[in-house]
């Protein structure tokens, strides 16, 4: 069982460095290393008890590893498109599109490599399949860690929630993506207020160029027709990013209350980000998500 220990030492490092602060990228690194490590000694005791089933079981994981790059090509190329169709072409909608076509061109290096042969192109499409099992390996603890992000309660009392803008739909109107924001944040309220607190909620966004208010203001206003109470409400009306929208609102609640706790409340697929962005910013608080169309978790 020995073959076990680092593992269960990695398992233990990422207990404790979550417990201390969940909102750290090491986190995910630390749990996907503990799983590589677990996976390894497993096939190494299979291996070593010379039975069938070892070398079944690492042609099983090849065969599954090569399976789940052709699934996850086809998922990202279809998303993206989807993406497209329906976001436009923003950059940030080409991301699961160009990760689908930068996977295809690695797997078309290294099938020529192997056919070629030659020691230049074995080099470099060895470099390549190097980078993108790094890159992989980088964006799979991400997006595993970010799912079990958005899973962990928050349990302590909150002085704040900060609801986080995006953009407005005609220049005025709160669109769904942020309407589902809203409402997580009114949840979190009403929990919180349920504990015996008095939380104030803060809207955060400023007014882009194509808007005709800011989106602070639309965020309210949407929150008052819905039948939150306006005296509960703060208004952040300068931020035009997502750090912004933190560093402003932090500025709004250290000067009300230096000590203060906070809920901030963004889209699901935005959470970790978010949490990432909170802690350089020295946030005192966590992030939560609210739920979001399946498609846009690839962009994350």
Request: glycine share 8%; with cysteine.
């Amino acid at each position: 069982m020995l073959v076990y220990a680092p593992a269960a030492l990695l398992l233990l490092v990422f207990c404790v460095s979550v417990l201390h602060d969940r909102r750290k990228f090491s986190n995910a690194v630390v749990l996907g290393l503990a799983v590589l490590c677990a996976l390894a000694a497993w096939l190494y005791e299979l291996i070593r008890s010379e039975s069938a089933s070892g070398v079944v079981a690492a042609w099983s994981l090849l065969v599954v590893g090569a399976v789940a790059v052709l699934l996850l090509t086809y998922f990202l190329f279809v998303n993206g498109v989807r993406m497209l169709r329906k976001e436009g072409r923003s950059p940030s909608n080409l991301l699961s599109l160009a990760a689908a076509l930068a996977i295809v061109g690695v797997v078309a290096l290294l099938v020529a490599a192997v056919v070629v042969r030659t020691p230049v192109l074995t080099g470099v499409a060895a470099a390549a399949g190097g980078l993108a099992l790094y890159f992989s390996f980088l964006f799979l603890c991400f997006v595993c860690y970010a799912f079990l992000y958005g899973r962990l309660r928050v349990r302590r009392k909150a002085d704040f929630v900060v609801v986080l803008g995006s953009g407005l739909i005609g220049g005025s109107t709160v669109p769904p993506l942020l309407a589902s924001r809203l409402k997580r944040g009114q949840a979190v309220h009403a929990r919180l207020a349920r504990r015996g607190g008095s939380p104030v909620l803060i809207t955060s966004g400023g007014q882009g160029p194509d808007e005709d208010l800011p989106e602070s203001h639309a965020m309210a206003d949407h929150l008052v027709a819905e039948g939150f109470p306006a005296h509960l409400i703060e208004r952040e009306d300068r931020s035009t990013t997502t750090e912004e929208n933190l560093r402003f609102s932090k500025a709004i609640m250290e000067k009300a209350k230096p000590d203060y706790r906070c809920v901030v409340v963004t889209n699901n697929y935005h959470a970790f980000r978010a949490a990432l962005t909170a802690r350089r910013v020295r946030i005192r608080g966590q992030v939560v998500g609210s739920p979001t169309a399946a498609y846009f978790w690839p962009n994350a």
